[in-house]
């Protein structure tokens, strides 16, 4: 594996500056350390992929990087910059990490493509020092706040009722929508609980290709007459996702959709179809033709109002080993807990795992594929469940457990 040289930048004017004014926060010292913020150049830990073992002295390679943000305690995500590469040893003790410089002012591009960031934190720690997404606008002379996505409005649909069955012409999910907007615009713990709560209240218009009934179907009163349905699901990237839609409005965003009709289905009917052996989707999207919620398989699965959550009394020895030695390759984790879970009389896992707060459903996506693809090798195919340590609900499960790995201190 072809290595990256460890940065050699220092930063002794912002260190002395920042010192300063510590010790006395005054106007003048404050002018002081924001003009060294301006003039230095910072240390961050990226993801990215290896650099190829072939390159040739002066050989040039473009590769994507996907910088970290920490979680504070308050739901606030920042991005964690360091002066030297001795802070970022003293944050985390992984010398293999690697790690980009840049200035200021690459800093502030960085943040203006980050909705969720709310800025910098100069060597995060107890002495750590944070500066605001207002803050770097004020110094970049550039506004660098975040701008909300413009959905224009669901267009106006005409009740059809062959095709919109069982009441679904008429579903709205007005809590739900408000509660993923105010997510959306501050993204913490609790605002999260919220969305999680009413999306497993809602009822969902799902759209559907079901047989049609006989025209000259007369049911006696207790009679049933079953239809074969086919759910609709659409396609990313070579990936399949079920869709789910808050109302008929949000339905019709779907240009050129496939003929459907459209039923009622809960989250919990959604998540019992992922939750099937063999079953091909990877995940849900809500509302995903306007402003699209995405959830991974194992996030649906870990929210299923149905899961049994369940202490193990045995665990494969082998399993808990190779997901150890996968995690410590992997910086982003520091720490991870099992269970068991049962879903439809399945047995399966349930994991919560501490880790660097991630920019984007792919991102955790690429994080718990591996961990689900490890564990999918002692469930017999049935899919387990991966949620972060430090959501609510988890620490309340977690709460006095020993995690099977943790991050060397």
Same mark, same amino acid.
């Given at each position: 594996?072809?290595?990256?040289?460890?940065?050699?930048?220092?930063n002794?004017?912002?260190?002395?500056?920042?010192t300063?004014?510590?010790?006395?926060?005054?106007?003048?010292n404050?002018k002081?350390?924001?003009?060294?913020?301006? $003039?230095?150049?910072?240390?961050?830990p990226?993801?990215?992929?290896?650099?190829?073992?072939n390159?040739?002295?002066?050989?040039?390679?473009?590769?994507?990087a996907?910088?970290?943000?920490?979680?504070?305690?308050?739901?606030?995500?920042?991005?964690?910059?360091?002066?030297?590469?001795?802070?970022?040893?003293?944050?985390?003790?992984d010398p293999?990490?690697k790690?980009?410089?840049?200035?200021?002012?690459?800093f502030c591009?960085?943040v203006?493509?980050?909705?969720?960031?709310?800025?910098?934190?100069?060597?995060?720690?107890?002495?750590?020092?944070?500066v605001?997404?207002?803050?770097m606008?004020?110094?970049?002379?550039?506004d660098?706040?975040?701008?909300?996505?413009?959905?224009?409005?669901?267009?106006?649909?005409t009740?059809?009722?062959?095709?919109?069955?069982?009441?679904?012409?008429?579903?709205?999910?007005?809590?739900?929508?408000?509660?993923?907007?105010?997510?959306?615009?501050?993204?913490?713990?609790?605002?999260?609980?919220?969305?999680? $709560?009413?999306?497993?209240?809602?009822?969902?218009v799902?759209?559907?290709?079901?047989?049609?009934?006989?025209?000259?179907?007369?049911?006696?009163?207790?009679?049933?007459?079953?239809?074969q349905?086919?759910?609709?699901?659409?396609?990313k990237?070579?990936?399949k996702?079920?869709?789910?839609?808050?109302?008929?409005?949000?339905?019709?965003?779907?240009?050129?959709a496939?003929?459907?009709?459209?039923?009622?289905?809960?989250?919990?009917?959604?998540?019992?179809?992922?939750?099937?052996?063999g079953?091909?989707?990877?995940?849900?999207?809500?509302?995903?033709?306007?402003?699209?919620?995405?959830?991974?398989k194992?996030?649906?699965?870990?929210?299923?109002?149905?899961?049994?959550?369940?202490?193990?009394?045995?665990?494969?020895? $082998?399993?808990?080993?190779?997901?150890?030695?996968?995690?410590?390759?992997?910086?982003?984790?520091?720490?991870a807990?099992?269970?068991?879970?049962?879903?439809?009389?399945n047995?399966?896992?349930?994991?919560?795992?501490?880790?660097?707060v991630v920019s984007?459903?792919?991102?955790?996506?690429?994080?718990?594929?591996?961990?689900?693809?490890?564990?999918?090798?002692?469930?017999?195919?049935?899919?387990?469940?991966?949620?972060?340590?430090?959501?609510?609900?988890?620490?309340?499960?977690?709460?006095?457990?020993?995690?099977?790995?943790?991050e060397?201190e």
């Amino acid at each position: 594996m072809a290595q990256m040289k460890k940065p050699t930048v220092k930063n002794p004017e912002l260190v002395a500056a920042m010192t300063e004014f510590r010790a006395n926060a005054s106007p003048v010292n404050e002018k002081k350390m924001t003009d060294a913020i301006k $003039d230095a150049q910072f240390i961050a830990p990226v993801i990215m992929d290896d650099l190829p073992e072939n390159m040739e002295a002066g050989e040039k390679y473009t590769a994507q990087a996907k910088f970290m943000l920490v979680q504070q305690k308050d739901g606030t995500k920042l991005f964690p910059v360091f002066t030297e590469w001795l802070e970022f040893l003293k944050w985390k003790n992984d010398p293999e990490c690697k790690t980009v410089t840049l200035n200021f002012e690459q800093f502030c591009n960085v943040v203006a493509g980050s909705p969720e960031a709310a800025g910098l934190v100069i060597n995060p720690g107890e002495a750590g020092l944070l500066v605001s997404r207002k803050k770097m606008s004020e110094l970049s002379g550039r506004d660098l706040m975040p701008k909300a996505a413009v959905v224009p409005p669901a267009p106006e649909v005409t009740p059809d009722p062959e095709k919109m069955l069982f009441g679904s012409d008429k579903q709205t999910n007005p809590a739900l929508i408000a509660a993923i907007d105010d997510f959306r615009k501050a993204k913490n713990p609790e605002k999260e609980k919220v969305m999680i $709560d009413e999306i497993r209240k809602a009822k969902f218009v799902a759209p559907v290709q079901m047989d049609e009934l006989p025209k000259d179907l007369k049911l006696e009163k207790g009679q049933t007459h079953q239809a074969q349905v086919k759910f609709v699901m659409i396609q990313k990237e070579g990936k399949k996702f079920f869709p789910l839609f808050t109302d008929q409005g949000e339905l019709a965003r779907w240009k050129n959709a496939p003929e459907h009709k459209t039923i009622l289905l809960t989250f919990d009917q959604y998540s019992g179809m992922l939750a099937q052996q063999g079953a091909d989707a990877e995940g849900l999207v809500i509302n995903p033709f306007g402003a699209a919620l995405p959830m991974p398989k194992q996030q649906v699965l870990a929210m299923r109002n149905g899961a049994q959550i369940y202490d193990l009394k045995d665990i494969p020895m $082998d399993m808990l080993q190779e997901l150890s030695a996968h995690f410590e390759n992997e910086p982003m984790i520091h720490a991870a807990w099992v269970m068991g879970m049962r879903v439809n009389n399945n047995e399966s896992y349930m994991f919560f795992v501490e880790h660097d707060v991630v920019s984007s459903q792919e991102s955790q996506k690429a994080l718990y594929d591996p961990i689900a693809q490890i564990a999918g090798k002692y469930t017999k195919g049935v899919p387990c469940g991966i949620v972060p340590a430090g959501m609510p609900q988890s620490q309340q499960v977690i709460k006095g457990k020993m995690p099977f790995y943790k991050e060397a201190e």
